[in-house]
């Protein structure tokens, strides 16, 4: 059996509307794993249904399902990509070639929305905030917290990020930069949600600000 070029790890709740078209849009060489955080529709099925390995993270949280997602993954590179049809997973083809041939150890997707309010005012306020303050203190080289992202799998196992909520990919840039790692943005676009479907962090002022309190969690550490 053929090897993937990368474990694609796809954390979800409730997604199931997403993910037909979603995993038909994958592109060959990666290998899709669906993990299931405490979905309560039809979310494992319909990933089986396409071709997606599924696991259960019974731990809610962003950061837990993307954990459990790494750790099932058998490639050398794991790309991480939000469920609910909101990224273009084929965009994902010319970020693992970076990484792949060297380039660089990570690469994140800049979000460019397709359309006006795809990106809620008070979700891009917070990650504006979280980002400059990154920047500021950190001389962090990015401008998105990249929901996006591929890098080799050991790597990111070494990197030990330990937040298992929305402070995840805080975190995780923080301790990617701390390390020494070379890291390239890319722009990727940014679409509505899939129908049926419905953002944890963007999706109402109170998820937004929840996600901003994991956030100051991570910063304080």
Same mark, same amino acid.
């Given at each position: 059996?053929?090897?993937? !070029? %990368?474990?694609?790890?796809? /954390? %979800? $709740? =409730?997604?199931?509307?997403?993910?037909?078209?979603?995993?038909?849009?994958?592109?060959? &060489?990666? @290998?899709?794993?669906?993990?299931?955080?405490? @979905?309560?529709?039809?979310?494992?099925?319909? !990933?089986?249904?396409? &071709?997606?390995?599924?696991?259960?993270?019974?731990?809610?949280?962003?950061?837990?399902?993307?954990?459990?997602?790494?750790?099932?993954?058998?490639?050398?590179?794991?790309?991480?990509?939000?469920?609910?049809?909101?990224? =273009?997973?084929?965009?994902?083809?010319?970020?693992? $070639?970076?990484?792949?041939?060297?380039?660089?150890?990570?690469?994140?997707?800049?979000? $460019? /929305?397709?359309?006006?309010?795809?990106?809620? +005012?008070?979700?891009?306020? &917070?990650?504006?905030?979280?980002?400059? +303050? #990154?920047?500021?203190?950190?001389?962090?080289?990015?401008?998105?917290?990249?929901?996006?992202?591929? %890098?080799?799998?050991?790597?990111?196992?070494?990197?030990?990020? %330990?937040?298992?909520?929305?402070?995840?990919? #805080?975190?995780? #840039?923080?301790?990617?930069?701390?390390?020494? +790692?070379?890291?390239?943005?890319? =722009?990727? @676009?940014?679409?509505?949600?899939?129908?049926?479907?419905?953002?944890?962090?963007? &999706?109402?002022?109170?998820?937004?600000?929840?996600?901003? $309190? =994991?956030?100051?969690?991570?910063?304080?550490?």
């Amino acid at each position: 059996m053929e090897t993937a !070029a %990368c474990d694609l790890v796809l /954390p %979800c $709740r =409730d997604e199931g509307p997403a993910l037909t078209a979603l995993l038909a849009e994958v592109p060959p &060489g990666f @290998s899709v794993i669906v993990v299931d955080n405490g @979905s309560t529709d039809d979310t494992a099925a319909v !990933a089986r249904a396409h &071709g997606a390995r599924v696991v259960f993270e019974p731990r809610a949280g962003y950061g837990a399902a993307v954990h459990a997602g790494l750790v099932a993954a058998t490639a050398v590179h794991v790309a991480v990509m939000d469920g609910d049809g909101s990224f =273009d997973p084929r965009e994902l083809v010319p970020m693992l $070639r970076l990484v792949r041939d060297g380039d660089v150890d990570l690469a994140l997707g800049r979000r $460019r /929305p397709v359309a006006p309010g795809v990106w809620p +005012w008070h979700a891009r306020l &917070g990650n504006a905030v979280v980002v400059a +303050w #990154l920047r500021r203190t950190a001389g962090f080289p990015a401008h998105d917290l990249a929901p996006m992202r591929v %890098c080799r799998r050991a790597d990111l196992l070494a990197l030990d990020v %330990c937040d298992r909520r929305f402070g995840y990919p #805080l975190e995780l #840039l923080r301790k990617a930069h701390r390390a020494g +790692w070379t890291l390239a943005e890319h =722009d990727v @676009s940014y679409r509505p949600r899939a129908a049926g479907t419905r953002s944890k962090v963007s &999706g109402s002022v109170r998820g937004t600000v929840r996600t901003a $309190r =994991d956030f100051w969690k991570v910063r304080a550490a």
